[in-house]
């Protein structure tokens, strides 16, 4: 097995190993960071070692899919959390606070507002009803073959969003962290990826993220420790340097400077809170706990991680204005306010370099480039199991593919993922990174989270309804931001947005609710009554873990 792993491994950076020239070029512009390379390569290494080890127990679709079912709260709460924290939780909330103040304080806030519905109305419906995928949920009661097909298709959009953006940002990270070539970084992080998912499946991916969660919470605390004593760990004394020297003075202790209206603030907030309980691979990591009581501290856990994080984000945003902020150092040409060396982003890491010199920066490098490898990781596995679980194994096959065949597929899918998201790197080199994780968001806020919620809680919805309703919610919330600003005047060239707002959440998830409501109250088919009838045996199993009559007999 190891062998196979290896030389997979050297066949998929093969490739990027014929870059090398263009990375010599490039470490001319970028001296090589060689604390964060040799901390990457110790990274690397031990990771592999995982993915062998759980190469060895990933032997059934349960093994792949959901680690057998057999990771703890505590555990699952860890890689959640390591799920969640991406490098755009590091680097760019770190910088919109630096640039913002309080701002990037209540964007963060926006993103752990997610939490309570999820711990409150999802988690232990989730794991109560769901096997492998939230499509599980969305189709206990409904069609399987339509609306498995729908939920796959919105599924798979989110994950391509949000699995480009990640790559983009692994690739320019790298290129400024370590002085590799951008193609070549892309070839790495899809290489491992696909490592990390084809053999180890959710075991190795879990760890990967357990041990990434940890780093980032470590690497972040120190960084903010050792920020913290340059002003005698007083948060009145950060503050009211951070205001002396800060261009909006006070301003930055007040919000309304980061969003253009407050619609567009509504509607951004609305995407984050209800797109983190659309996000089919944070919904996957649910399925992997023993139980519903499990499920429930999964999320109780990964939110006491996250807010602290966020907090400790807080700090380093507000430390960075003071200690990176007024050292020439990190500007280039040596001119205070002028543009930040690396750009905006890269003020967590300059920060780490001030506090804790070389050492600190190239650990911090090598946590940065493992949040990337765990999500897109997660991501993959999300995409994978959407393809072969749902799209193969239950619409093609019709639940008659055997679990050897659906393990292949899903190997294959992880794989092909990977390629893609490797070109798709390349193509949107240059693309916002921040826009597609918000529409992201937006996606899985207007296509996957309506339908899902309706599914466990009302009775009344069809499968006529949910189908409708989900692609209405897809096709509206990818419509609205073809027509924004960000891609209809940015990208295309046009003169004048025809939608006025960035973001869709507050347009295209009503019109998904709507729509399935309408569309299931007007379904009076044989096969509608019958899907109503059956919503009581649906709630038992989702309270209980049983269907009705299991439950009677327990």
């Not at 993915?51 to 990771?71: H, L, M, N, Q, V």
């Not at 609306?147 to 320019?172: E, K």
């Not at 980061?258 to 919904?283: E, K, Q």
């Not at 649910?286 to 907090?311: H, P, W």
Request: overall charge positive; hydrophobic content about 55%.
């Amino acid at each position: 097995m190891l062998a196979r792993l290896n030389v997979l491994l050297l066949g998929l950076l093969a490739p990027a190993l014929a870059f090398a020239g263009d990375a010599i070029s490039a470490t001319e512009k970028q001296p090589l960071n060689l604390h964060a390379i040799g901390m990457f390569v110790v990274f690397v290494g031990m990771t592999l070692g995982i993915t062998k080890w759980a190469a060895g127990r990933t032997k059934s679709a349960a093994d792949f899919y959901t680690a057998g079912g057999g990771i703890t709260g505590f555990q699952n709460g860890l890689a959640i959390a390591g799920d969640y924290m991406s490098a755009a939780t590091l680097l760019g909330l770190t910088a919109m606070v630096y640039a913002k103040g309080v701002d990037g304080y209540i964007y963060m806030i926006a993103f752990f507002a997610g939490w309570p519905i999820i711990l409150f109305l999802m988690a232990e419906r989730l794991r109560n009803l769901g096997k492998f995928t939230f499509a599980d949920i969305t189709s206990y009661r409904l069609n399987q073959s339509k609306v498995r097909t729908m939920a796959a298709v919105s599924s798979l959009t989110v994950v391509c969003f949000y699995l480009v953006a990640q790559m983009v940002g692994a690739g320019q990270l790298i290129k400024l962290l370590f002085g590799l070539d951008y193609t070549i970084a892309l070839f790495v992080v899809g290489a491992l990826m696909m490592v990390y998912v084809t053999f180890g499946g959710m075991v190795a991916t879990t760890w990967v993220q357990i041990i990434k969660a940890c780093m980032l919470l470590a690497g972040g605390t120190l960084v903010m420790i050792l920020a913290m004593s340059q002003f005698g760990f007083s948060f009145e004394n950060l503050m009211t340097k951070a205001i002396s020297v800060h261009s909006l003075g006070e301003k930055i202790l007040f919000p309304g400077s980061l969003l253009p209206d407050p619609v567009t603030a509504l509607s951004l907030g609305l995407g984050l809170m209800f797109g983190t309980a659309g996000l089919p691979h944070i919904l996957m990591r649910f399925f992997t706990v023993t139980n519903a009581k499990e499920a429930r501290k999964s999320v109780l856990y990964a939110s006491g991680f996250v807010a602290y994080f966020f907090n400790v984000i807080l700090l380093m945003g507000f430390a960075a204005i003071i200690i990176v902020g007024q050292n020439p150092e990190f500007f280039e040409g040596g001119n205070i306010g002028g543009k930040i060396i690396g750009g905006g982003n890269m003020v967590a890491m300059h920060l780490a370099k001030a506090v804790g010199g070389n050492l600190l920066l190239g650990f911090l490098s090598a946590v940065a480039f493992a949040t990337i490898l765990a999500v897109v990781s997660g991501l993959a596995l999300a995409g994978a199991a959407s393809i072969s679980h749902d799209i193969y194994a239950r619409v093609l096959r019709k639940g008659k593919a055997t679990e050897t065949e659906e393990l292949r597929v899903s190997k294959l899918s992880s794989i092909g993922l990977g390629i893609v998201a490797i070109i798709l790197g390349i193509a949107f080199e240059k693309m916002n990174v921040a826009f597609m994780v918000a529409l992201a968001f937006g996606i899985a806020a207007s296509a996957n989270f309506p339908v899902l919620i309706l599914s466990m809680y009302w009775k009344g919805l069809t499968t006529r309804g949910a189908v409708v309703g989900g692609y209405s919610g897809l096709v509206a919330a990818v419509l609205f931001v073809l027509l924004s600003k960000s891609v209809w005047v940015t990208v295309l060239g046009n003169a004048q947005a025809l939608f006025p707002y960035d973001q869709p959440a507050l347009f295209s998830m009503p019109l998904a609710f709507l729509v399935t409501i309408i569309i299931s109250k007007l379904d009076n088919s044989a096969e509608a009554q019958a899907e109503r009838a059956q919503f009581d045996d649906q709630y038992v199993r989702a309270q209980t873990g049983f269907g009705a009559a299991e439950a009677s007999a327990h």
